[in-house]
């Protein structure tokens, strides 16, 4: 995983300018990229395709500081393509029709193109529908570089055209080897303690360019021995975590939150919930999710956890931020320790699609009212048994459309207090046999 950068070499022939530190790592071969080896190994999707001497289009889709406008431009110099650098958030249609027809003059000179669109996902519709005809006959071969997940953010058409390649964030290893590079360009160790050290890695959240960032901030303090942890963060600003409330982020870690809990583990679900608040999310989509999950997931397994749920956002709205996220919190306890049941989830949906099935069938006329003698002449309520009256308050009778199957949509689970409804269900079910048997 990387966004790296040269291995230790000198500064750009020609010029005493200073260069940043992230600039001066960047690679010049791709195996000296540190990390993304699932994309850029032998057999990998990359390598494979280098090999093979066929570069087709690309979307790399992953985290900032992960390596994708390296890999982009290293992927060009391995197949003698002249590399174009563009964004899409600075690029009108009167620039592209530049890059477009300079392509198309390369490539007349038998030269080929290796157009790179960092965050292509800012392109509207039209704009990414114009690069379909220049890489359909070969004008250019399109390397788009987004954060957002594709399959949202770019038309099917320029989906069906590329290959997605998922890049992952640095692991801890990776960005250590990264540390270590930017030292032998610095020409001494980082002035930390292995915590310290440890410290600094965990501040770049996977980043590569920001722990380079970091290293160039430490490596410039005056030397007074080694500094702890305490007087690294005093000195430094923790990064953000990569949080967008409406991105890729937001839907996978509620998605993570969601199945933390249904899997009955409170720790994992508590700490997927206070990473979406560190984000910035919203505490009341928190709670309304997690009122979902108590009637989804929960449901009459556990009665009381919609009432947690409730009660929870009720205590939030009242006290607000930061006292409320505790109520909201004991509610994450709670449902994740809950027992679980979908069964009244998947009984409604079995009675949703049992009623578009039979349409507008009516009520047998034994349970229909009839308040007028016509009503009553053409039968409507004839035969009803009042369950009051009878033994056991059960009468039996059924109550489903004349001439339907009896379906059963209900199935209980045996745990929580679903073993007593299971219990009642079965109950019912050997009376409901005798009375009509009888």
Request: with cysteine; aromatic share 8%; proline share 5%.
């Amino acid at each position: 995983m990387a966004d790296l950068f040269d291995t230790p070499g000198d500064d750009a022939p020609g010029t005493n300018a200073p260069r940043p530190l992230a600039d001066r790592l960047r690679p010049s071969a791709l195996d000296e990229v540190i990390g993304q080896e699932h994309l850029l190994a032998a057999e990998a999707p990359l390598g494979s395709m280098l090999a093979a001497g066929n570069l087709s289009s690309l979307i790399l889709w992953g985290p900032p500081g992960v390596g994708k406008t390296t890999i982009a431009r290293l992927l060009a110099e391995a197949s003698d393509l002249h590399f174009v650098q563009i964004s899409a958030i600075f690029t009108g249609v009167s620039e592209l029709r530049k890059v477009f027809d300079a392509a198309r003059m390369r490539r007349q000179t038998g030269a080929g193109t290796l157009l790179f669109v960092d965050e292509v996902h800012r392109f509207n519709k039209a704009q990414q529908d114009g690069f379909l005809p220049h890489m359909e006959d070969g004008t250019i071969v399109l390397v788009g570089a987004t954060t957002e997940n594709p399959s949202f953010e770019l038309n099917s058409a320029v989906l069906s055209r590329a290959q997605v390649l998922v890049l992952e964030r640095l692991t801890l290893a990776d960005l250590e080897r990264l540390a270590q590079r930017a030292e032998q360009v610095l020409g001494r160790a980082l002035p930390l303690t292995g915590a310290a050290r440890e410290a600094l890695l965990e501040m770049a959240d996977g980043d590569g360019r920001a722990l380079l960032n970091l290293v160039e901030q430490v490596s410039a303090w005056p030397e007074t021995g080694k500094l702890d942890t305490e007087t690294l963060t005093t000195r430094l600003t923790q990064r953000a975590a990569q949080y967008d409330k409406s991105g890729d982020a937001h839907y996978n870690l509620i998605s993570a939150l969601h199945k933390s809990v249904r899997g009955s583990d409170p720790d994992a679900a508590l700490y997927w919930f206070a990473r979406m608040l560190q984000g910035g999310e919203d505490p009341r989509f928190l709670a309304r999710r997690l009122t979902r999950m108590a009637v989804e997931d929960i449901g009459l397994a556990d009665p009381q956890a919609q009432e947690v749920c409730i009660g929870a956002w009720q205590a939030y709205e009242r006290l607000g931020s930061p006292e409320g996220e505790l109520a909201l919190s004991q509610a994450v306890i709670y449902l994740a320790l809950a027992p679980k049941s979908n069964a009244g989830y998947a009984a409604y949906k079995n009675a949703v699609a049992a009623a578009k099935k039979t349409g507008s069938e009516p009520p047998p006329k034994h349970i229909l009212n009839a308040p007028t003698s016509l009503m009553r002449d053409i039968g409507h309520g004839e035969g009803y048994a009042y369950d009051h009256d009878v033994e056991d308050g059960f009468s039996g009778q059924d109550y489903f459309p004349d001439g339907m199957k009896r379906g059963v949509y209900y199935s209980p689970v045996d745990r929580g207090f679903e073993r007593e409804l299971k219990r009642r269900v079965d109950y019912f079910a050997k009376l409901r046999a005798k009375r009509q048997g009888s």
